[in-house]
């Protein structure tokens, strides 16, 4: 498991943070997601050869959010 943050543009309230973290589930081999809209990150923990970081960015931006890095 390798675990990441993903900093995130566009997310403001808990529909977001419901948004993002059902989308990230719903991929294969998602350990944890965590959502912090003060900062907003996703900290993502992933099994790399399962979901990779860009499928998993690619899964955020599908949401309407965009990825800052
Ligand atoms: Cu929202």
Known sequence: MNN???KVEGMSCEHCVKAVTNAVNAL???G???V???SGTVKV???P???TLDKI???IEEQGYDIVS
């Open 4 to 6: 990441e943050t993903i």
């Open 28 to 30: 294969p081999g998602i």
């Open 32 to 34: 944890s997601v965590e």
């Open 36 to 38: 912090d809209l003060k």
């Open 45 to 47: 923990e992933h099994d």
């Open 49 to 51: 050869s399962q979901s």
């Open 57 to 59: 960015k690619f899964e």
